[in-house]
């Protein structure tokens, strides 16, 4: 696929990841995402207590060197983001409604990664929002390795060492921490 095609074809998985429904897209260099180990320093001292207890999560994950290895080798991003509606300053129900939409921001960034993959990006990966939510308790807390769910269970943008406040702001998308607002991003790295 020569780069006209190649941008085309991007684009049109622009176009589809809105009629998806996502709120906002942004198509990035990859160049542009910032990794900072600060990010993953927050994994380390387990403040979302996610640190060893999810296979989608660090140690688990590779380190940052890799993550920049990896980073390197993909061209282009999509970078997206969903923003449900909160009607309630109840701190629990804002949690929920964060865990059913990081669910439905993984089940959507699967379905562009397959779409991709179709349109002929077969090593496009997507990266989510948070911890992995897709089994109530991971199996890593019963010493096993191997994931059940290998063809839907992604790493978040934060665990793979990633600032999603900055590389969203230098795309130009806000992202906010404010009472009644919530932002969840992802990405879709594309070669």
Do not use: W
């Not at 085309?8 to 900072?36: P, R």
């Not at 059913?100 to 993984?106: E, G, V």
């Not at 989510?128 to 769910?149: F, R, S, W, Y």
């Amino acid at each position: 696929m020569n780069l006209s095609q190649k941008l085309h074809s991007i684009l049109e998985l622009d176009i589809y990841s809105k009629n998806m429904g996502f709120n906002q897209t942004c198509l990035v260099l990859a160049k542009d995402i910032l990794l900072d180990e600060r990010v993953r320093m927050h994994c380390q001292v387990n403040l979302c207590g996610n640190y060893h207890n999810n296979l989608m999560c660090p140690p688990f994950l590779p380190s940052l060197s890799e993550i920049r290895l990896l980073i390197k080798r993909y061209n282009f991003a999509l970078l997206l983001q969903l923003q449900p509606s909160i009607t309630s300053k109840n701190k629990e129900e804002t949690l929920e409604i964060f865990s059913k939409t990081a669910i439905q921001l993984n089940e959507m960034l699967i379905s562009l990664e397959r779409k991709a993959f179709a349109s002929g990006f077969p090593l496009a990966l997507a990266l989510g929002a948070g911890e992995c939510k897709l089994c109530e308790d991971c199996i890593v807390k019963h010493g096993k390795t191997q994931c059940p769910k290998p063809g839907s269970s992604r790493p978040s943008m934060e665990g793979m060492g990633i600032d999603v406040l900055q590389t969203c702001k230098s795309a130009g998308l806000a992202m906010h921490f404010k009472e009644g607002e919530l932002t969840l991003a992802g990405l879709l790295l594309i070669d």
